[in-house]
């Protein structure tokens, strides 16, 4: 099983992905609050590094 093989979406399909991982964030940031919550400014710093990085690799294809 190669979990790192190549595939496509198609744009609703990448929309309900996108949508399902926003409900699950949005879920464990409400229920694990306490425990998160110290780790808050680095957990959107690591966000934004790697948000960053996806937009360059998709600017630059």
């Known amino acids: ?4 093989k190549t595939f496509s979406l198609k744009w609703w399909q990448a929309g309900l992905f ?3 991982l926003l409900a699950l964030g ?3 940031g409400a229920h694990w609050y306490d425990f998160f919550g ?6 959107i710093s ?3 590094i790697c948000l960053a990085y996806i937009t360059y690799v998709w ?3």
Request: positive net charge; aromatic residues 14%.
């Open 1 to 4: 099983m190669n979990i790192f």
């Open 18 to 20: 996108k949508a399902g």
């Open 26 to 28: 949005l879920a464990v």
């Open 38 to 43: 110290n780790y808050l400014p680095i957990l």
């Open 46 to 48: 690591v966000a934004v």
């Open 59 to 61: 600017w630059k294809q």
